[in-house]
Structure formats: C-alpha cells, structure tokens
C-alpha cells in the first residue's frame, strides 16, 4: 500500500524543514556534523532520554574526543565512562567498530551504506542517520519516534512491534525525504516527535504539519501507533552483600563477559533460595574464610530493567581480620579505590549507602 500518495509531498518538506531549522533545541551533537559524533549521539540516545544523554555525551567526547582515542581506550575505562546510562553492550559494540574504522578505513566513518551497516551495533536506523546528518545522503533512519509521527500523519494501522512494520515506515520515508536536505528532514521528524507529536496528549494544535495529518483530520490520532502489549517482566531478588574488613577492604566481584552488565562490577550478589536469610553470616564466613562481627540491613535498591526487574536486599557485613578474594573475578578494594570500576547503577545506589 501506498501510504504517502495521499500528502503533498513537496509542501509537508517544505513545512516540516522550516520548522525544524527555527525551532530545533541546542544540543552539543548538534554542533557540528562530525560523523563520530552524530554516532556517538545516537548511540546514546537509543532507548534513553535526550536530557540524561547531554552530560555524558559531554564527558564521552572529553575523554574519547577521536575514533583513535576510543578504539586505543581501556575497555574498563569506556565502561567507566559509560556508567550510569545502561545497555553496556552499546559501549562495548561502539568501541569494537570504531577500532575496525580505524583499522580499515584509516579513522573515517565510512559513508557507503553497506560498509556502515556491516558495523557492529550499526542498526539501520543509526546507520540512516548518520548517512543522512553527517554526510546528507537522503536514507531514511526510522526510530520509534518515526514511527509515531508518520503512523499518524500517514494513517499507518500496523503494529509498530512488529519488525516487518519498520519496512513499511523505511519506504514511506524514501518517498517523503528531501534529497536537497535529508538532515534537516530525518532531525525533523525525531524532533516533532520529541516536542509536539509526543506518545500521549500530542499538541496537535502547534504542530506545523497537521495539515498534511490524516489521523487529526480523522480524529484517531490519540490511537495512533499501533503497538501490541510488552510481555510481563520478570522479577528477581538478590542479597548484595557488602564486606568490609578490618582494614577498611571491601569485595568486588566482576560479572562475566557476555550477558547482562557485562564486564561491570558489583557487590558479591546470591539468590534468597541459595542463601537463605539467617545463613548469610555463614556463607560468607566459608565463602572467605572470616569471623563476621556485625551485619546490618540497608536500604532495598530496586532497579528496573527493560526486561526484568531486580530487588537488591542489601546486606552491610563487618568482618574479622583480613579478607582475601575468594575467586579470580574478585578484587579487594577501599571505597575510595572503588572509583575506577565501573558499577552498573544499582550497585551505585548501594556505593552511596556506604558509611
């Protein structure tokens, strides 16, 4: 189906690319169009709110200003640098593709779609953007803010969930995108998206495009995206257990390589149902072969995932003596020399809990 024969096509870029020019929002990555940075911006802002990615875009590109300063970076450090934002794999797929920039296409972002795409965590929708921003090449980059504003401009009744709709939402953008100005056409769409065409109460009265809006024009724009509901999350709880022995050491144990916060460090984490409640003095006296002296209740840190969701039972416990590292992913660290390692936010939460 053709879903864009309906619009006028040259007025709705027009209307949308003067709008976008006077009212898009200062934003560091916008400063320039450094394909690195458009990457890196866009990275970032997968699945996370464009006013909590700005400080650490800001610090990123401090610490990681070139291709060349990230692919030569410390894993370790890139996490560090990333700590707080989530999704770790987004920084550890960034890294492992800049270095093959570096590499094969002595420090250039490519600007061949099919070299970019080849990429590691170059989807197509970071892919398009940076085409389109960095370099003007008129390829769509579909995001869930996309999707939203044309599914109610267009009239599009398919279920967003569904991976088959994204094609349907690439080829109305390849017949709507200005070749003359595909940067200001694909920044438009995810900033009308952003400001005006919001999930929920959209303010369809200061929307510069309603004229070429069929859902407005039908009154269903309040139904519009599609989307099926998201499965029921799953809920876990965890004791963290907090050690500390007598000369102020605490444990830290990193997580494995693939997975869930991968390569992050956190607190010794055990299931309720491996270590029940009154054995935990116990585990941890074998487990590290101390006398535990004292075990206090901190506050529950709960931290929701998009998946899951975890319930951390923290458990501050002093110990006798010298502690050692039980297992080979453990270090013995102060509070102070905890900073270095990258700990994913709920283990954050239990950091500043610490006396």
């Not at 303010?203 to 309603?210: G, K, N, R, T």
């Not at 460090?265 to 101390?290: C, L, N, R, S, T």
Request: proline share 6%; hydrophobic share 35%.
């Amino acid at each position: 189906m053709n879903y864009t024969s309906t619009i006028n096509i040259p007025q709705f870029r027009e209307d949308l690319i003067t709008w976008f020019e006077k009212e898009q929002r200062s934003l560091p990555w916008r400063e320039n169009r450094d394909p690195y940075r458009v990457w890196v911006s866009e990275i970032m802002l997968q699945q996370t709110k464009v006013d909590t990615v700005i400080p650490y875009f800001k610090n990123f590109i401090d610490h990681f200003p070139t291709l060349s300063a990230l692919a030569n970076a410390n894993e370790q450090e890139v996490l560090k640098a990333w700590e707080g934002l989530g999704y770790y794999s987004r920084a550890r797929n960034l890294q492992t593709a800049v270095k093959e920039v570096v590499e094969q296409y002595d420090a250039k972002v490519p600007d061949d779609p099919r070299q970019l795409g080849d990429l590691k965590g170059v989807g197509p929708y970071t892919k398009g953007a940076i085409l389109s921003i960095a370099y003007g090449i008129p390829e769509p980059a579909v995001d869930g803010n996309v999707m939203r504003v044309l599914s109610r401009i267009l009239r599009i009744e398919e279920d967003i969930a569904k991976p088959k709709t994204r094609k349907t939402f690439e080829a109305a953008v390849r017949d709507l995108i200005s070749s003359e100005n595909p940067s200001a056409f694909n920044q438009g769409l995810m900033e009308l998206g952003a400001l005006i065409c919001t999930p929920k109460s959209p303010s369809c009265l200061l929307c510069p495009v309603q004229e070429h809006c069929t859902a407005f024009r039908d009154g269903v724009e309040q139904s519009l995206p599609i989307k099926k509901k998201k499965t029921k999350q799953s809920v876990h709880t965890y004791f963290a257990l907090v050690v500390e022995d007598d000369t102020g050491k605490f444990i830290l144990e990193q997580r494995p390589n693939q997975g869930l916060l991968a390569q992050l460090w956190q607190f010794p984490m055990v299931k309720p149902v491996e270590v029940g409640e009154h054995y935990i003095a116990a585990y941890v006296e074998e487990k590290f072969d101390v006398k535990v002296s004292d075990m206090q209740k901190l506050e529950t840190v709960k931290h929701v995932f998009s998946h899951l969701t975890w319930f951390l039972e923290v458990r501050y416990i002093r110990v006798k003596g010298t502690l050692h590292a039980a297992d080979k992913n453990m270090v013995l660290v102060t509070k102070e020399e905890m900073t270095p390692y990258p700990l994913p936010v709920s283990h954050q939460n239990i950091y500043k809990q610490l006396p």
